[in-house]
Every structure is written in C-alpha cells, then in structure tokens.
T-cell receptor, first 112, second 113 residues
C-alpha cells in the first residue's frame, strides 16, 4: 500500500460545479496535512493546510478524518482557473521532524 | 523577495556525466528541501537541511547522489555519474519554520540520454 494515495483522475467538471477529492494515508500517527496545487509544468504551491476541525478558505474546504485516515478537498463553484493537479501532502515524520510524503496528485479539468 | 531560485532550468546531458543542480533559498528560511518529480513516482523528498545541516537524507536514491549546503543562501545537488533513470524534474524548496509552508523553486528539468 502506498503511504499516500490519491485518485489520479482526471476529474472533468463543468464551470460552477462542486467537486471533491479524497486522499488516504497509511500512518495513523501523522500529524500535519496539506493540499498543494500544481499547474502544468510549474512548481507546487500551498493551497491550504488541513486542520483537525476542518477549515475553509473561500470556495475551498478541507477536512480530516483520522478514524478512516483520509483528508478531503471540496471545491465549490469551480472556475476554469481551478484546472490543475491537486497534491495531498502528509507529514509522516516523528514529532518535531519533517518527512513530507506527497501523493501523486489528482488532475482537475474545469470545462467551459 | 525573488523566491527560491534554481539553476539551470533545463539540463540535457549524456549518461556518465556529472550533473550539478543549484538552489538559492528565500532569505531567512532555515529549512531547505530537495525533491524529485517523475510521472511514475510523483514528488519524492530526497534530502532536507536545517540551518545548513543535513537532517534526513534517507530519500537519496544511492551513492551517486550527494547534496551540500555550504551556507544559508546556497545548496547543490550533484549526480555523478548520471544515468537515464535520473531524468526528472528536481525541485528545491525552502520554509521559514518547521511545519510551515514550503516555497518551491521553478525546478530543473534534467534529461540524461
């Protein structure tokens, strides 16, 4: 089993749709979680951190489910500019250390 | 700030040659990371430094790979000798604090023929 798994997609959705991605992780002791966005042939950029209580940033909502060991990203009212690959990131290092494991990403295409 | 700077942006070399990739982190950032990205394996952490000291190099694939950080504003990743399977995009990232946002450079696209 991979340490961090994502559905590669692509998810093709029309503008204005709501879309959700999940990401599962193998280490139940993992402490921090993130979603990064990567545009084609560009570097990854932080989209949002994922907090235990869940968090929202505009049209984006991130959730953590520790019992089932997955995190999710919900995008509401999707825009053409949301088309990108979304990378799930889990810090699997022991407390106080880094061992950032990236998922291979989920590709989103928002269609006009 | 200029962000994380990497050079070269593209490198094409022949198998067996030495390759050196360079990175300048964001000024004031204490952590520096080297990643490799391929279609098959995604983004993999190779090594990271804290205050110029290597902390975890368990992701370095083999002895052909080495990384240094002689000062707070410069790091290198060297591959000697290079092999075709090393072809990938190599990213450098830096962060201000442990657990903080990582800022990635534009990457170096390496092709080994």
């Amino acid at each position: 089993r991979k340490e961090v798994e994502q559905d590669p997609g692509p998810f093709n959705v029309p503008e204005g749709a709501t879309v959700a991605f999940n990401c599962t992780y193998s280490n139940s002791a993992s402490q921090s979680f993130f979603w990064y966005r990567q545009d084609c042939r560009k570097e990854p950029k932080l989209l949002m951190s994922v907090y235990s209580s869940g968090n929202e940033d505009g049209r984006f909502t991130a959730q953590l489910n520790r019992a089932s060991q997955y995190i999710s990203l919900l995008i509401r009212d999707s825009k053409l500019s949301d088309s990108a690959t979304y990378l799930c990131v889990v810090n699997m290092g022991p407390s106080g250390t880094y061992k950032y494991i990236f998922g291979t990403g989920t590709r989103l295409k928002v269609l006009a | 700030d200029a962000g994380v700077i990497q050079s070269p942006r593209h490198e094409v070399t022949e198998m067996g040659q030495e390759v050196t990739l360079r990175c300048k982190p964001i000024s004031g950032h204490d952590y520096l990371f080297w990643y490799r990205q391929t279609m098959m394996r995604g983004l993999e952490l190779l090594i990271y430094f804290n205050n110029n000291v290597p902390i975890d190099d368990s992701g370095m694939p083999e002895d052909r790979f080495s990384a240094k950080m002689p000062n707070a504003s410069f790091s290198t990743l060297k591959i000697q000798p290079s092999e075709p399977r090393d072809s990938a995009v190599y990213f450098c990232a830096s962060s201000l604090s442990q657990g903080g946002e990582q800022y990635f450079g534009p990457g170096t696209r390496l092709t080994v023929t």
